[in-house]
């Protein structure tokens, strides 16, 4: 037998200040729609909403959620359960949902709305589906959208949305970052998802995003990985980590949906 996956990051940055945090929320209704989530996704849900006081209120404790994990571990059930709570519980205006491929972001569309027809009450909602050429989206009463478009053909660049998610994180590029982030920093009080297996050499956004992590003062930012570390067995190019990339207790540590 396999053993399981390791349930908790290995690089865990948290702001200071969190106080409360709405991932129960978005746990339960994902539920609702038969999405049941793994305990390591849903560590990632409750930090990933996690909120700090603000006056009488709450926002978010960060504006940045990072969650890298490798592929087929499962970061869409993530996704579609933090859109859900945003979409029906939260009730925001708009999402913005883009991925790299074109594909993936339909993948990701497809995902949500399967898990909204499994629920009648949601199902009710929804006032219309947009599947036209290169964009598509979700509307329901309430003025509430989603869009979802593919980063490929320049989609989504400069939108203001309240609520940005970002998945194939790995291949955002400086000037998709320069033409968005400063439309998400003037909002009240946004929120931002970075979904990404693990960075490749020119993936400065979430490297930036890992250096601020390691630092251990990385601010207001939430970043979640699960990843196994080379120089734990003497660097990359050591004969101790070959032989440990072929050992299932590694695997567990990188790979949380491992013998689940």
């Known amino acids: 037998l396999l053993p399981m996956g390791v349930q908790r990051p290995r690089v865990l940055h948290l702001p200071s200040g969190?106080?409360?945090?709405?991932?129960?929320?978005?746990?339960?209704?994902a539920e609702s729609c038969?999405?049941?989530?793994?305990d390591w996704q849903r560590y990632h849900v409750r930090a990933m909403l996690a909120q700090r006081r603000d006056g009488a209120g709450l926002r978010w404790a960060a504006m940045e959620n990072a969650s890298i994990e490798p592929r087929q571990n499962g970061k869409g059930a993530i996704i579609t359960a933090l859109e859900l709570w945003f979409l029906f519980v939260l009730g925001v205006s708009l999402i913005l949902h883009t991925?790299?491929?074109t594909r993936t972001a339909k993948e990701?569309?497809?995902?949500?709305?399967?898990?909204?027809?499994?629920?009648?009450?949601?199902r009710r909602q929804v006032v219309k589906e947009i599947r036209s050429r290169g964009d598509?989206?979700?509307?329901?009463?309430?003025?509430?959208?989603?869009?979802?478009?593919?980063?490929t053909n320049g989609g989504g660049r400069?939108?203001?949305?309240?609520?940005?998610?970002?998945?194939?994180?790995?291949?955002?590029?400086d000037e998709q970052i320069a033409a968005q982030m400063p439309v998400m920093t003037a909002m009240a009080d946004p929120w931002?998802?970075?979904?990404?297996?693990?960075?490749?050499?020119?993936?400065?956004?979430?490297?930036?995003l890992r250096?601020?992590?390691?630092?251990?003062?990385?601010?207001?930012?939430?970043?979640?990985?699960?990843?196994?570390?080379?120089?734990?067995?003497?660097?990359?190019?050591?004969?101790?980590?070959?032989?440990?990339?072929?050992?299932?207790?590694?695997?567990?540590l990188a790979n949380p949906a491992l013998g689940i």
């Not at 969190?18 to 209704?29: F, L, N, W, Y």
């Not at 990701?108 to 949601?122: S, V, Y």
Request: with cysteine; hydrophobic share 45%; proline share 3%.
């Open 18 to 29: 969190i106080c409360s945090t709405a991932g129960s929320e978005a746990i339960d209704i």
């Open 34 to 38: 038969g999405l049941v989530l793994d």
């Open 99 to 101: 991925a790299h491929e």
């Open 108 to 122: 990701g569309f497809q995902r949500l709305l399967d898990a909204i027809k499994r629920n009648p009450e949601l």
């Open 136 to 151: 598509e989206g979700i509307e329901l009463t309430g003025s509430r959208r989603l869009m979802v478009v593919a980063r």
């Open 158 to 173: 400069g939108m203001s949305a309240p609520v940005l998610v970002w998945d194939e994180a790995y291949a955002l590029t």
């Open 192 to 208: 931002v998802g970075y979904f990404s297996s693990a960075a490749l050499k020119g993936s400065a956004q979430l490297h930036r």
């Open 211 to 252: 250096a601020r992590a390691l630092s251990g003062s990385g601010g207001d930012l939430v970043y979640l990985e699960h990843s196994a570390d080379p120089d734990a067995f003497g660097g990359r190019d050591s004969a101790a980590w070959a032989a440990a990339r072929h050992d299932p207790e590694v695997w567990a």
